[in-house]
T-cell receptor, first 112, second 117 residues
Framework: AQSVTQPDIHITVSEGASLELRCNYSYGATPYLFWYVQSPGQGLQLLLKYFSGDTLVQGIKGFEAEFKRSQSSFNLRKPSVHWSDAAEYFCAVGAYGNKLVFGAGTILRVKS | DTGVSQDPRHKITKRGQNVTFRCDPISEHNRLYWYRQTLGQGPEFLTYFQNEAQLEKSRLLSDRFSAERPKGSFSTLEIQRTEQGDSAMYLC???????????????FGPGTRLLVL
């Protein structure tokens, strides 16, 4: 069965510091991978996606992610975090039958 | 260009009551998904429609839950005889399938937060 692991429940970074959120997936075929962000009480906003091709994908708000098949990972990065980036981040894999399978999320806190 | 909308945004009900939620997808998106998100967890798939056909249902969708998409546009999710364990955020998403092998991007609505007392 497909699964997604986000090992870090909470991460705190200082404003202006770099950020990396980890995501590992388990999937038997070529994965379609996504990162979404959720502010408190809100729905999910798509940050970026990987379908094929270049393994480094760029997204909105200055985020990028790198697909590493050998490590079954799709880590999210940002070179300089802004206070407005504080939110919960979800990694997801597009599974059989088109549904998304999500990780449990990582809550990002930004220190000023 | 309007996104996915959901109504109501919040619902408080007493145990045993029935509730119904509505989702309006992005126009021309023929796939519509329902997910449930409990506190501290990622969303979990409940069911999805392609046009008006319900193509897959999760085992999470007990017989108290029913979803419809009668004209292939908006969808409703009804929960009968609500239980406290039904308290969650119910998220709707829509997509338009890509041309290549099912690659698609799901766009989410703001969700309906249900509290069962």
């Amino acid at each position: 069965a497909q699964s997604v692991t986000q090992p870090d429940i909470h991460i705190t970074v200082s404003e202006g510091a770099s950020l990396e959120l980890r995501c590992n997936y388990s999937y038997g075929a070529t994965p379609y991978l996504f990162w979404y962000v959720q502010s408190p009480g809100q729905g999910l906003q798509l940050l970026l996606k990987y379908f094929s091709g270049d393994t480094l994908v760029q997204g909105i708000k200055g985020f990028e992610a790198e697909f590493k098949r050998s490590q079954s990972s799709f880590n999210l990065r940002k070179p300089s975090v802004h206070w407005s980036d504080a939110a919960e981040y979800f990694c997801a894999v597009g599974a059989y039958g088109n549904k998304l399978v999500f990780g449990a999320g990582t809550i990002l806190r930004v220190k000023s | 260009d309007t996104g996915v909308s959901q109504d109501p945004r919040h619902k408080i009900t007493k145990r045993g009551q029935n509730v119904t939620f509505r989702c309006d997808p992005i126009s021309e998106h023929n796939r519509l998904y329902w997910y449930r998100q409990t506190l501290g967890q990622g969303p979990e798939f409940l069911t999805y429609f392609q046009n008006e056909a319900q193509l897959e249902k999760s085992r999470l969708l007990s017989d108290r839950f029913s979803a419809e998409r009668p004209k292939g546009s908006f969808s409703t999710l009804e929960i009968q005889r609500t239980e406290q364990g039904d308290s969650a955020m119910y998220l709707c998403a829509s997509s338009f399938p890509g041309l290549a092998g099912g690659r698609e991007t799901q766009y989410f609505g703001p969700g309906t937060r249900l509290l069962v007392l």
